[in-house]
């Protein structure tokens, strides 16, 4: 009865055989590899290449149009960043953009168990929709665990982009956030709670600091940042 009954499991018919003789079908590999690695296979070696990339619906309550948000981001195993983030309004036709590259230097070591990041600086150039000329930008950023767990982390980032040209500062922003994830919130939801502030201007002497507040579960987000109300939905 159990030759049988692996007999019946293939598609075609195949003679009887004794249990004891029948090869079991190979298990087909579920690894998945990204199309985009094949147009980039330069920057695919090594083991340690993410790519992550989010699309979702954006509606800002000022704008009151619907638009598209993109965001992709490419980690090669030589810690080279390619991140590239625009909306698009189908309204309108309108396009906002900024893509940079930049090589990043960890300082020590990540605790993925923990939650906590290695402090990264980086270095590298950005392009963007309202600027003609590309920009140079350098980072600094950090990310640690306050309680036991990944759960519950804050993070820190500080940005400046310069002008190839002269170097001088053309803007900066700097970040602090505290988050908390609820895992298993409801039945079939987790939730996440998010607070902290944004500073803008500090290399003018001019700091224009700017709360942040967010209040995401699986898919849907409200946000209050940069002094307007957004929500944003992934697809």
Known sequence: ?????????????????????????????????????????????????????????????DEKQ?????????????NVELKAKGWF????GGLVYRA???????????????????LTLGLGAAVMSDSTEPVLVASVKKQMS????????VSAKAEVDASVKGGNALKDRV????SHKAMNFTKRQDLKLAAGLDVEGCASGKPKPMP???IRENNWAANYRWNKVFFTYDL
């Not at 094949?38 to 309550?61: H, I, K, N, Q, V």
């Not at 619907?66 to 030589?78: P, Q």
């Not at 306050?146 to 982390?153: A, K």
Request: charged share 25%.
């Open 1 to 61: 009865p159990e030759a049988s009954t692996a007999i019946q499991a293939w598609p075609l018919q195949r003679p009887s055989l004794p249990a004891s003789q029948l090869t079991p079908r190979p298990r087909l590999s579920t690894s998945k590899r990204s199309p985009r690695s094949r147009l980039l296979p330069s920057l695919s070696r090594g083991s340690d290449r993410t790519s992550t990339m989010e699309t979702s619906f954006y509606y800002a309550t």
């Open 66 to 78: 619907l638009c598209f948000k993109l965001r992709e981001k490419v980690t090669t195993s030589f």
């Open 89 to 92: 309004n189908p309204s309108t």
């Open 100 to 118: 940079h590259a930049k090589k990043n230097f960890l300082v020590g070591q990540e605790d993925k168990d923990a939650g906590s990041k290695p």
């Open 146 to 153: 306050l309680l036991e767990g990944p759960n519950t982390v």
């Open 175 to 178: 970040s602090l956030k505290l």
């Open 212 to 214: 942040r507040l967010q």
